[in-house]
């Protein structure tokens, strides 16, 4: 029976992962900034659910919350670091409030938990981080510029964490989930003021993605059960098929790019 501390458990894939985790029968510590989601799952799994409200952009808060966490079962086996948002327009129009906001929900956010659980990893000898990112973290897209930001910042964070953590016996894999309906784009979403100069971007990418239904989060949670029993699991994994499609497509773009451009790479020595 481990232990999940899970942020953003309320909806969308932190819900889901919750929920298939109290099914196997581990038990489950649900962070969210609003519980009462969470009332019924509660009701159903009293014993095996504890729920902590959160905002994770709060550096203190997150450090009770952890303590917490830990008082309530014992220990800490499995973290996802799930908590986020989107913030949804052009670069140019994005303002430093917002920004600001984003940053500390997406990226600090990640960092203080993984800052909170890590002492309690160390002193057990054993562990498992999961950061959240976005298949995205590969390449920006207009209009999502700053989410692809924050999710690729998290990607790099989580890479040297892993080199960071590994002597300790604590695992960490960069998840990358594809588009899953969890709410992100609506009342997940900040949405910057519109700048009629970008009109004409704004229709082509409406076009672009097109109303194709996403699928359910809870459909990717199959493959985080999978993974978090893996005694050697991946840094990197890509949830959904479509979306490892995706990936690899961007990858071959990408390094097509770098070898039409290897003669100027060349001409500089370091």
């Given at each position: 029976?481990?232990?999940?501390?899970?942020?953003?458990?309320?909806?969308?894939?932190?819900?889901?992962?919750?929920?298939?985790?109290?099914?196997?029968?581990?038990?489950?510590?649900?962070?969210?900034?609003?519980?009462?989601?969470?009332?019924?799952?509660?009701?159903?799994?009293?014993?095996?659910l504890?729920?902590?409200p959160?905002?994770?952009s709060?550096?203190?808060?997150?450090?009770?919350?952890?303590?917490?966490?830990?008082?309530?079962f014992?220990?800490?086996?499995?973290?996802?670091?799930?908590?986020?948002?989107?913030?949804?327009?052009?670069?140019?129009?994005?303002?430093?409030?917002?920004?600001?906001?984003?940053?500390?929900?997406?990226?600090?956010?990640?960092?203080?938990?993984?800052q909170?659980?890590?002492?309690?990893?160390?002193?057990?000898?054993?562990?498992?981080?999961?950061?959240?990112?976005?298949?995205?973290?590969?390449?920006?897209?207009?209009?999502?510029?700053?989410?692809?930001?924050?999710?690729?910042?998290?990607?790099?964070?989580g890479?040297?964490?892993?080199?960071?953590?590994?002597?300790?016996?604590?695992?960490?894999?960069?998840?990358?989930?594809?588009?899953?309906?969890?709410?992100?784009?609506?009342?997940?979403?900040?949405?910057?003021?519109?700048?009629?100069?970008?009109?004409?971007?704004?229709?082509?990418?409406?076009?672009?993605?097109?109303?194709?239904?996403?699928?359910?989060?809870?459909?990717?949670?199959?493959?985080?059960?999978?993974?978090?029993?893996?005694?050697d699991?991946?840094?990197?994994?890509?949830?959904?098929?479509?979306?490892?499609?995706?990936?690899?497509?961007?990858?071959?773009?990408?390094?097509?790019?770098?070898?039409?451009?290897?003669?100027?790479?060349?001409?500089?020595?370091?």
């Amino acid at each position: 029976m481990r232990v999940w501390f899970i942020t953003g458990a309320s909806r969308g894939l932190g819900r889901a992962f919750a929920e298939a985790a109290l099914s196997r029968g581990d038990r489950v510590v649900a962070a969210a900034r609003d519980m009462a989601p969470l009332e019924g799952l509660r009701a159903r799994h009293p014993d095996t659910l504890a729920c902590v409200p959160l905002d994770v952009s709060n550096r203190a808060a997150v450090h009770e919350g952890v303590d917490r966490a830990v008082a309530a079962f014992g220990r800490l086996d499995i973290v996802i670091n799930n908590a986020g948002a989107m913030l949804y327009g052009m670069v140019e129009e994005a303002t430093e409030t917002q920004i600001r906001a984003h940053f500390d929900v997406n990226v600090l956010g990640q960092i203080w938990v993984t800052q909170a659980v890590l002492p309690h990893l160390r002193a057990q000898g054993s562990g498992h981080i999961l950061l959240v990112t976005t298949m995205g973290t590969g390449g920006g897209m207009a209009s999502a510029g700053l989410y692809a930001a924050g999710k690729s910042a998290i990607d790099s964070l989580g890479q040297a964490l892993a080199m960071e953590v590994e002597p300790f016996g604590v695992k960490v894999t960069i998840v990358q989930p594809g588009g899953y309906d969890t709410g992100l784009f609506t009342i997940g979403t900040t949405a910057t003021t519109p700048d009629p100069a970008y009109d004409p971007l704004r229709a082509k990418l409406t076009e672009m993605w097109g109303d194709e239904a996403a699928p359910d989060p809870s459909t990717a949670a199959p493959v985080v059960m999978r993974l978090v029993d893996l005694p050697d699991p991946p840094l990197r994994l890509i949830v959904g098929s479509r979306s490892f499609d995706l990936v690899q497509q961007m990858n071959q773009a990408r390094a097509e790019e770098y070898r039409a451009w290897e003669h100027l790479s060349r001409l500089a020595p370091g």
